[in-house]
């Protein structure tokens, strides 16, 4: 083991990503080197940054600390740390079950960390630097920028209240002043997140804000895309619209997880919104934001889902031609208003084939659409090299979730000829060929 040196590993969402990139700049202020998600880590500790949404997260979680657990009885780890949503959730029955854990820790209480680590090494060791500056652990070109905790609104499957707690927003000034700290990091890109994006500013102001927020944030020199995800229908702030059509380096894309489109089941799930509602919000999406790309998700499997539900579902995706779409299926999360109320009586085997169904549709629809962008000339953000291709995403695509933009190495152009081309730079390429979930592309 590396005297020093302390491996981190990040599961789940990116939400718990920006936390862990908090906690390793915290440690490398203080003097320690981070590894994050090493493939074979060597640090003398080790925290793992946990995920507990769901049973499959879990179950990888878990998986994890006890690789970690079998490291240190082997002697080859002197402490291990757990921290995030999982030891967040079962903070007093995990130690029984997995002793060779040092500590554990909530999903916010990354500086009781640092102070724990401080103590190893008698130091006395408090937050160091801005309460928003971290180590990144993504392509230095991107970044993901968390601008609330929480969740107020308890849909019966989910989880993330109860682990979270309410929802809490940053104040604009904070989350600007870590946009400009950002930018002179190198970040041209920022992904906005949070678990409920449409509830931004309601709790510190009394008002929707997220409209505001990224009108400023788009006139901050530098900042070269902002793309939003995991809005909420219900609620939904319609001052975000016109911002979003105003600015060119505001990306024309939207994650808003839908989840069902049958009233029965949007009732069950507790989404306080009906069909005909939901829909109306995504046209008027549409009007006022030509072009955009909207991604969401589905739950299927869910207590109560007939079949009758779930072929309205189908029908509904083929209509609505969502440009981006994922399914999952339901897993009953104790705690939840569905866990107490509802009986999980749909087969596993019948939720899986349900998914297999959905992005079955979705493979041929998003077939169609990126069918429609062949010879068109799209910006595209390069992310990296592989051995024949420079792999890029347009202003429609997330990073690692959704389509991208292969270049071939070499390709000739007409009026430019053989190009060399940078990673974290943007260019103005022509698309040739698609496939159902990428594209091909010359500069």
Not at 12 to 30: F, I, T, Y
């Amino acid at each position: 083991m590396r005297k020093g040196e302390i491996d981190i590993i990040t599961l789940g969402c990116s939400k718990n990503l920006v936390d862990a990139e908090r906690l390793m700049r915290q440690l490398e202020l203080a003097g320690y080197t981070c590894v994050h998600d090493s493939a074979t880590p060597k640090g003398e500790i080790a925290i793992i940054n946990t995920c507990g949404f769901i049973g499959d997260a879990k179950e990888e979680s878990i998986e994890i600390i006890l690789q970690f657990a079998e490291r240190k009885n082997q002697g080859k780890l002197r402490k291990l740390y757990v921290m995030g949503c999982l030891s967040q959730r079962y903070r007093e029955e995990l130690p029984i079950e997995i002793p060779e854990v040092d500590k554990w820790f909530g999903k916010f209480d990354y500086l009781g960390i640092v102070e724990e680590v401080g103590r190893l090494g008698d130091k006395a060791i408090g937050r160091l630097g801005a309460d928003y500056e971290r180590t990144l652990t993504t392509p230095k070109h991107y970044a993901y920028l968390k601008i609330a905790e929480g969740c107020n609104r308890y849909c019966s499957y989910c989880a993330i209240p109860l682990i979270t707690g309410k929802f809490t927003s940053r104040p604009v000034e904070d989350i600007l002043d870590e946009v400009r700290w950002l930018v002179g990091k190198g970040v041209k890109e920022f992904n906005v997140i949070a678990q409920d994006l449409s509830s931004y500013g309601l709790d510190l102001y009394g008002e929707h804000r997220l409209a505001q927020l990224v009108d400023e944030m788009a006139q901050i020199e530098g900042v070269e895309w902002i793309r939003l995800h995991y809005t909420y229908p219900t609620d939904f702030p319609y001052d975000l619209l016109p911002v979003m059509a105003k600015h060119p380096n505001i990306c024309k894309y939207m994650d808003i997880a839908l989840q069902h489109c049958s009233d029965n089941m949007l009732r069950k799930m507790h989404r306080h919104i009906t069909r005909e509602e939901q829909d109306q919000v995504i046209a008027r999406i549409r009007k006022e934001v030509p072009g955009i790309c909207i991604r969401t998700t589905l739950l299927v499997g869910h207590p109560g889902e007939t079949e009758e539900d779930f072929n309205e579902l189908c029908e509904w995706v083929k209509k609505m031609k969502f440009e981006r779409l994922g399914a999952f299926a339901y897993s009953e999360e104790e705690g939840t208003f569905a866990a107490k109320h509802y009986k999980d009586d749909i087969p596993q085997e019948e939720k899986d084939k349900r998914v297999e169904t959905l992005m079955a549709i979705q493979q041929e629809i998003s077939a169609e659409l990126l069918s429609q962008m062949v010879g068109t000339t799209q910006r595209v953000v390069i992310d990296r090299e592989e051995a024949e291709y420079y792999v890029g995403r347009t202003q429609y695509d997330s990073p690692e979730v959704d389509c991208e933009v292969l270049i071939e190495k070499g390709a000739m152009s007409k009026e430019q000829g053989t190009k060399t081309l940078q990673i974290g730079e943007y260019y103005d390429v022509t698309i040739i060929k698609s496939e159902d979930f990428d594209l091909y592309a010359t500069v």
